[in-house]
C-alpha cells in the first residue's frame, strides 16, 4: 500500500547525505525507535547511533549508519542533523573495527566522570551501531 510523500533532509557537517520525498523514515533516537509517515505529529528527538531507514516506496530503502544527532519533524517535512550518515557500502569493517578498539581502550584508561571517558563511550557506541549496519 503506497503512503502519501513528504520531504526528507539528511545533513552531515560535510554537507547534504539524503534529500528527496518519501513515504517513511526509521530511526532510532535516545528513547526508543521511531518511525515516521506523512502528517506524523511535531517531533523534535535526539538521535542514537544506529540505522536510519529511509523508505522511497515500500520496495525501495535507502539505509545509513546513522551517528549522533538530532530529529526534527513539523510542517509535514523531516530533518535529520547527524555527525555521521553513511551507507552501508561506504562503511569499511576493519577501519571501523580498529576505531572501536582505539575508543574502547581510552574509555578504559580515562577518569570515570572525565569528558575524555564521556566522548570515548559515545565513540564506543557509535562504531559498535555502524558495525552492525554494515554487517
Known sequence: MAHKKFPVE???PEG???SDEVE???TKTMLGSIGL???HEPVLATLAPGELRIYRTESEIVRFAQ???YLQFAGNRALLLVEEALRPDQLERSELEGKLATARSTAESAQEGSEERATALREVRRYEAFLAVGQ
Do not use: D, K, Q
Request: hydrophobic share 60%; proline share 0%.
Open 24 to 26: 517513511m523514515v526509521s
Open 37 to 39: 509517515l506523512a502528517n
Open 10 to 12: 539528511v545533513l552531515t
Open 16 to 18: 547534504e547525505a539524503f
Open 67 to 69: 551517528a549522533e544527532g
